[in-house]
């Protein structure tokens, strides 16, 4: 069964602990770069004190071994999954298999806010196809024993089928019909989510952001 993993993209730490509370049977926190910048470690020792698995999304994209050296401070801090940047190279994917430890080291392929146009301008080239470019990412994850990579759900079918039933795949950007997608411009529903062959759901403004939070919560718990 996929596990779905709540987002705590929000101002400060007491209204992420506070959500967390709220939500019964919780199992994972995702913890990015806002909440982290104005918490610190200390918010991932409080989740993980409250028996949650951390997700510490920092996406990770330096040398080999200034990435090596934050998976292990990771893992040390009792981090259960953290990503790193596919296009940090095979030795920096590499570097960050081989400090993991206990820590589930998931490899970004495309953001969720990029379309092909944008893409193609970042890497001064032409990108026919978003899918073959994140099955290419996803495979130096492969090659490099991450545990999994993190990907948009309108490339799970080609990935899934490409790279076998192991491998995790990490869908963020997860919306209902009717949802707004802000600035993620490549969403997708839990249960399509699911149905190509999710591993785990990421849910952050659908949820924390809802007037019913915990009813959001355990209406994607059930459709799970």
Known sequence: MAELIVAFDLP????????????????????????????????????????????????????????????????????????VHTLGGPAMLTAASGAAGNVAV??????????????????????????????????????????????????????????GADLWIVVPGIREPGDSTADQRRTVTAADAVRLGATHLVVGRHLTGAGDPAGVYQRLVDSL
């Open 106 to 163: 998931v490899g970004v392929t495309i953001l969720t806010s990029h379309d092909t146009a944008e893409v193609e301008h970042v890497l001064g080239r032409g990108v026919p196809d978003l899918g073959f470019e994140a099955e290419r990412l996803a495979r130096l994850a492969v090659e490099a024993r991450l545990r999994g990579v993190v990907a948009s759900g309108r490339e799970l079918a080609l990935l899934r089928a490409a790279l």
């Open 12 to 83: 400060s730490g007491r209204e992420a602990l506070a959500l967390a509370a709220r939500l019964p049977g919780l199992r994972w926190a995702k913890i990015g770069p806002v909440l982290y910048t104005r918490e610190g470690p200390a918010i991932v020792r409080e989740f993980v004190a409250r028996g949650l698995r951390v997700f510490l999304d920092l996406k990770w994209h330096d040398i080999p071994s200034i990435v090596a050296e934050a998976v292990a401070a990771a893992a040390e801090q009792g981090v259960a999954m953290a990503t």
